[in-house]
């Protein structure tokens, strides 16, 4: 068959193919909707999906927001709700204020790009999540990928750079491997060399503290 006569998603094929000799391959299970008495697996650790408040507080909103947003933020989607739960969360760890993104992909990607850019360096540790690694490769700043947890290797690269800005990513409790980030030192690190420090508490938050 010639070029021209190939499905234009043929290549599709190739790639599935690809990614299942190398093991890569994923498929979706279904969770049913049954009482848990043991959850080793999800991301639930405090149990807030199943609390009875957060349950009821979800059907009052419902009630009275309706099912949807109507709209981006700008426009029509910005409610007290939201404003409530930043301002709420924002005491919650001792911040000056929050702002609430639709996920947490979306937050790293939107905080990451917003702190960095062209002209500034990236540093990012090796484990550091996916949407993390994502939003290094968008943000058009020149990044430096550190081994695991080196808190030696940040403070070189920072004392290396030529750029003015600089920030440093990083995971607070690494869903890879389960291991902890030394903040406390990536903290004074990063004083000390004036960058910015910006963590994924998605899986530290309510239990590591603040």
Known sequence: MTRAGLSPLA??????QQRRQAGLRRSLR???????????????YLGLSQHPAVIDGGVAALRT????????????????LHEQFEAALAEFVGAETGL????G?????????ALSGPGSLLISDAFAHASLVDACRLSRARVIVTPHNDVDAVEAALAARDEERALVVT???????????????LHEVCRRHRALLLVDEAHGLGVRGT
């Open 171 to 185: 995971d607070s409790v690494f869903s890879t491997d389960g291991a902890l980030a030394p903040l406390r030192r």
């Open 65 to 80: 927001w309706g099912a949807g947003s109507t709209g981006s933020r700008l426009v029509t989607g910005n409610t007290e």
């Open 30 to 44: 279904t969770r049913p909707a049954v009482a848990t008495e043991l959850d080793l697996a999800s991301n639930d």
């Open 11 to 16: 290549w599709l094929d190739t790639v599935e």
């Open 105 to 113: 992909y979306t937050a790293n990607l939107g905080g990451v790009v």
């Open 100 to 103: 609430v993104f639709s996920s």
